[in-house]
Nanobody
Framework: QVQLVESGGGLVQAGGSLRLSCVASESIFRMGWYRQAPGKQRELVAT???????DYADSVKGRFTISRDNAKNTIYLQMSSLKPEDTAVYYC??????????WGQGTQVTVSS
């Protein structure tokens, strides 16, 4: 059972920045961030493999940067130029090569206008 621990959420004004972190209990091939706003479906934000291949949702390209430290089994999401529509619960996701996906408990990001 992979454990994921997220941190870094909070309240920020529009245009501001936040950095999220997610520590995994073991090395996982692909990890990423998803988010879910009230009344909406959970959506992809960004993913990264342990080779450094990244993928972003169009809505965050140029504003968010995903990175990882393989030695620490940790991924980061640097969020800049935040908008009120970025407000959501952000979930860390771990995608092993084989087996089920794992989810973190979520961290709230609130962007005020």
């Amino acid at each position: 059972q992979v454990q994921l621990v997220e941190s870094g959420g909070g309240l920020v004004q529009a245009g501001g920045s936040l950095r999220l972190s997610c520590v995994a209990s073991e090395s996982i091939f692909r990890m990423g961030w998803y988010r879910q706003a009230p009344g909406k479906q959970r959506e992809l934000v960004a993913t990264i493999t342990n080779f450094g291949n990244m993928d972003y949702a169009d809505s965050v390209k140029g504003r968010f940067t995903i990175s990882r430290d393989n030695a620490k089994n940790t991924i980061y999401l640097q969020m800049s130029s935040l908008k009120p529509e970025d407000t959501a619960v952000y979930y860390c996701n771990a995608i092993p090569v084989l087996g089920p996906n794992y989810w973190g408990q979520g961290t709230q990001v609130t962007v005020s206008s």
